[in-house]
């Protein structure tokens, strides 16, 4: 009774490198460099806490000490090791830097590093969260920890590396310590609890595990405190829930049942039982943050990691299954946003409950609020200029289908229908009705409806159509200028370019993409075949025809958005071109500003 009570952390802190979990490329390290008598002058283990870097660094000290050393086997009963176990050797020095962090500090250690050791093959210095030491104690120890005394090995320990100075680490031999994994602590804590006699499910010692973040030292101290409920009936994950504050599994679902029904009511109902026995804010919000995460990987992932990601049983994931066949992805991934921009504000904010129970209402309004939010995304794409595509089918008149027997229509048959003998036999039938086949839905893929209907076939007519869809200003001026239609149907386009410049930009140039693309809207079909080619004897000169009705134009720049200084610019520039000769290929490079002025203007280029 008279016997002080030990932490089980330190009773069962690890005496050699084969009791340290996990770790297995530290060991076999150290224990090798100890087998190979390649043992270095300073050490830099890094790592997140309760991983055993403090652990190890005292068996490493132990083993390069130890009477029957140098080796991986200490014996733990001579004087070095009994001392080194107990805290209380005279060779080996464990310095806290956090609270001896000033260069005084560090000119003390210098000063007793000149002396030999008392009884051992080395003194040790075992340095704690080294982090904390100061930018001038760093300095203070830089060339000692280069060239130490013979015998003096530094092991310098911290959690933040990222602020250990890149001098120090560069003197040191670094070794990274991972987070242990979840089977590993359980394996550990089942041993530590058949050892003490803790009577406790797997699933408790699963939920210890999950909340100590890889961390063993954190995990043991847990089933420490837990060790005081042991009694008649085992230790569950409801009472280690209600020593750490936690929320249910089942008081969880049904918070989040409320919330994905988008019943307000139900979930500040449900909101009310939890706050009310004690719970914290932050506390509750966390654990839901926890919960809907479990959602997001039940929803996305495949069931063979889901057991491994969540670490829950089968009972539990049945029960996320049913919620999120209720639920789209981005609907969960909104509440995970929304849920951790609240324990933000909760965690500043002087009225925690105001702002928890404002969280739980803005979540379960999540059918108004995920509607809402893809019609700000809708206006947002539209605002930028992006088309919205249109569902499949046909509900806006569309380009006509030409069937194999239908022949392309182009410049030259343009010209034969205008002859008179077409003219008359075509007045003659002028009073017959034509009607145009309807195509069917296999015909074009689902792609964004064009400006202008496609309803002619006059490629004149289709030539004004096509520049119309053209995006960008300066390359319908440049096309309007320069090009000319050979043929225009949905079974593909030609069109020419004189200028072999100009057609490079068009063949595998910049403005490539915006001829397919205005192709593609005006046809209502994707990956049409365009052609631009150079013209030839045969080719007819073709205009573009007027538009019969005032199209809405597209989001550009308006006329009075253009300064007097551009169009003084404009003009100075096609008084250069006016100058050149007229087979000029720099005459044809106008730029974006003189193309422009041409099309809002609807001007030319005189040569």
Request: net charge negative; charged share 25%.
């Amino acid at each position: 009774m008279n016997e002080k009570y030990i932490p089980l952390y330190r009773k069962y802190r690890p005496q050699t490198l084969e009791e340290v979990v996990g770790q297995e490329h530290i060991k076999k390290a150290l224990a090798n460099a100890i087998e190979l008598n390649k043992i270095s002058h300073a050490y830099l283990f890094t790592g997140p806490r309760g991983t055993g870097k403090t652990s190890t660094a005292r068996i490493f000290a132990k083993s390069l000490n130890c009477k029957e050393g140098p080796t991986i086997h200490p014996c733990g009963k001579c004087e070095n090791c009994i001392d080194i176990t107990n805290s209380t050797p005279m060779d080996v020095i464990e310095i806290d830097a956090a609270s001896n962090r000033k260069v005084e500090d560090a000119q003390n250690i210098l000063e007793k590093v000149m002396y030999a050791p008392v009884n051992s093959r080395y003194k040790i210095y075992i340095i704690d969260e080294v982090h904390m030491l100061s930018t001038t104690a760093f300095n203070a120890l830089l060339k000692t920890l280069e060239e130490p005394p013979k015998n003096v090995i530094f092991i310098l320990a911290t959690t933040e590396v990222h602020k250990v100075l890149d001098t120090i680490k560069s003197r040191c031999q670094r070794y990274d310590f991972k987070r242990i994994t979840t089977s590993d602590i359980v394996a550990h804590l089942r041993m530590i609890s058949d050892k003490e006699g803790i009577n406790i499910t797997d699933d408790a010692l699963m939920t210890i595990a999950k909340n100590s973040a890889g961390g063993m030292r954190d995990s043991i101290a847990l089933l420490d405190q837990l060790s005081v409920l042991d009694g008649a009936e085992a230790i569950t994950t409801d009472d280690i829930n209600n020593l750490l504050g936690r929320l249910s599994f089942d008081v969880l679902n049904e918070l989040t049942e409320a919330i994905v029904a988008s019943a307000p009511n139900n979930g500040i109902t449900c909101l009310e039982k939890i706050y009310n026995s004690g719970n914290e804010p932050v506390q509750i919000l966390t654990n839901l943050l926890d919960y809907l995460k479990n959602l997001l990987i039940v929803k996305t992932c495949k069931k063979d990691i889901v057991l491994e990601l969540t670490q829950l049983n089968d009972i539990q994931l049945s029960a996320l299954n049913k919620q999120t066949e209720k639920l789209e992805t981005h609907q969960i991934v909104s509440l995970i946003d929304k849920c951790s921009g609240y324990i933000k504000e909760i965690k500043t904010t002087n009225n925690p409950r105001l702002w928890l129970e404002v969280a739980i209402i803005d979540m379960a309004n999540l059918a108004e609020n995920t509607s809402l939010q893809e019609l700000q995304n809708r206006i947002s794409r539209l605002e930028g200029g992006a088309i919205e595509p249109q569902p499949r089918g046909y509900n806006s008149v569309t380009a006509p289908v030409l069937k194999p027997e239908q022949p392309k229509l182009t410049a030259q048959k343009t010209e034969e229908v205008n002859t008179p003998a077409v003219k008359e036999n075509v007045s003659e039938h002028k009073s017959e009705k034509t009607e145009t086949p309807k195509p069917s839905e296999d015909d074009f893929s689902p792609v964004p409806v064009s400006k202008k209907t496609v309803n002619s076939n006059d490629i004149s007519v289709l030539w004004g159509q096509l520049l119309d869809n053209i995006q960008n200003i300066p390359t319908r001026a440049l096309l309007k200028q320069w090009a000319n239609p050979i043929e225009i149907s949905p079974a593909g386009v030609t069109l020419t370019l004189k200028s072999e410049v100009l057609l490079k930009q068009f063949v595998e140039g910049t403005k490539k993409q915006t001829l397919q693309n205005a192709v593609d809207t005006m046809f209502n079909q994707q990956n049409t075949h365009v052609v631009v080619r150079l013209p030839q004897a045969s080719d007819v000169k073709v205009e573009a025809a007027p538009p019969k009705s005032n199209p809405v134009p597209p989001p550009v720049k308006k006329v009075e958005e253009i300064s007097e200084e551009e169009i003084e610019t404009a003009k100075d520039e096609v008084k250069e071109i006016k100058l050149k000769p007229k087979n000029s290929v720099d005459s044809l490079l106008y730029s974006d500003t003189v193309n422009m002025v041409m099309e809002l203007f609807d001007g030319k280029i005189i040569e």
